[in-house]
């Protein structure tokens, strides 16, 4: 019989040790033995049914509204079974499952999810948690609506102190992030200090720091943005000093989810910088993580950095995940466009081909006519003519203008 200990079964049912200890002590836990000062319990019980009447929630198992980021999902292949760790905790479970569910990308599954954690009786993790697969939500589907409406109940969240106030701005931030509003994280957060954040939270903290980092170099690459000191490409170039070693912290604490954003945003900013063989070999890692749970949601929120790059190197490994990314694509970018666009007042190009944005990228970070050909092994006038092919679709006016449409 494999026996587990009370702090194991408190994780695995999302209650607190002192309640799996006072179980234990009223023979409620079928097949718990004491052993010494503590209890050992058998791996396949469950949780008894409260006397108490029905509990309006019971405590996230994690304090983390991305319960998917943290170590719960440890094993690549493993999705469904960690779900299953959370029968005893219905808002877990359904949480955890729900976010499964977006990184897959069944975005109508997650909707309808979504609603759940928005009622009353929610606990604090479960409705931001709920808030962020709504925003998630809106943006594949374009509506403006939706994404104010769901941060509208992130603001309403019960929080108890100063720590959960902190969790509420970030989720804020992190949700405007996600169509690369890149002003609204808190000053502890730009400066990558964690501190103020429980550790279940870290996880899912160094994933959009590094894509507040990556805004930022984009930016300044683009000239969005000015930074002292700092011209071009130099800062992107930087990026994967900070990124690798965190990439390795995740395989260490065996957080599958941010390994995969971590090498998908250093695999980006390699191949902005024309690494492209560091960039391929991160994609393939990524991919290879990807496809032993079907989370083809994940790489479609890339595809449009990579520059046709991710789907090649997808088509390698799986040639079903390269025909579901591709539709999932299809529909998560015009509602990303539509969404970031309205939003942010400006137009984004949805009808541009990967060689057209590749160029326009390239023509952004200011190089010329002459540098682009010889990156991209094709002829000056080539360039010129996709150039031309980008202000016929686009409307504009000259170079300054082409990060705008990106």
């Known amino acids: 019989m494999n026996l587990i200990t009370v702090k194991e079964a408190s994780e695995k049912w999302g209650v607190t040790q002192r309640r799996v200890q006072g179980l234990c002590k009223e023979g409620k836990i079928k097949g718990a033995t004491r052993w010494g000062r503590t209890w050992m319990i058998p791996s396949h019980a469950v949780l008894p049914s409260s006397n108490k009447g029905d509990e309006p929630h019971m405590p996230m198992p994690r304090k983390s509204p991305f319960l998917d980021m943290t170590n719960i999902y440890s094993v690549a292949g493993k999705a469904d079974e960690s779900i299953m760790l959370f029968e ?6 359904e949480l955890f499952k729900a ?3 977006y990184r897959r990308g069944e975005i109508e ?13 929610s606990g604090f993790y479960a409705i931001l948690g709920g808030g962020m697969l709504l925003a998630q939500c809106a943006i594949w589907r374009g509506d403006v609506n939706l994404w104010t409406e769901a941060k509208k109940h992130i603001c309403e969240a019960p929080c108890e102190n100063k720590t959960q106030r902190e969790i509420l701005s970030l989720t804020l931030a992190i949700i405007d992030s996600s169509i690369y509003n890149n002003n609204d994280f808190p000053d502890w957060f730009t400066r ?6 429980p550790d279940d939270s870290h996880p899912c903290a160094k994933v959009f720091y590094i894509k507040y980092l990556y805004m930022a170099a984009f930016a300044v690459a683009s000239g969005q943005a000015e930074i002292e000191g700092v ?8 990026i994967p000093n900070t990124i690798e070693p965190l990439i390795s912290q995740a395989r260490v604490d065996k957080t599958i989810i941010p390994e995969i954003f971590l090498r998908l945003s250093c695999a980006v900013a390699y191949h902005n910088t024309g690494q492209d063989d560091l960039a391929i070999m991160h994609i393939d890692r990524a ?11 994940i790489l479609v929120e890339y595809v449009r950095h990579f520059d046709g790059l991710l789907e090649e190197r997808l088509s390698l490994v799986s040639e079903e995940g390269t025909t579901i ?4 694509y299809r529909t998560y970018s015009i509602g990303w466009s539509r969404l970031s666009g309205a939003v942010r007042n400006r ?16 023509v952004a970070f200011g190089y010329t006519t002459k540098e682009i050909s010889s990156m991209l092994y094709i002829s000056e006038s080539t360039v010129k003519q996709t150039v031309l092919r980008v202000v016929q679709k686009t409307g504009v006016k000259d170079r300054s203008e082409f990060s705008n449409i990106l």
Do not use: C, P, W
């Open 347 to 362: 137009y984004i190009a949805t009808n541009l081909t990967a060689r057209e944005r590749e160029v326009a990228k390239l």
């Open 99 to 101: 976010q499964i569910a």
């Open 325 to 328: 990314v591709k539709e999932l």
């Open 231 to 238: 011209q071009g490409l130099a800062l992107m170039k930087m």
């Open 192 to 197: 990558g200090n964690f501190d103020v954040l």
């Open 88 to 93: 005893n905790n219905m808002e877990a479970h």
């Open 287 to 297: 991919v290879s993580l990807v496809v032993l749970d079907g989370l083809y949601g």
């Open 109 to 121: 599954r997650v909707y309808d999810k979504a609603r759940y954690f928005l009622h009353s009786h």
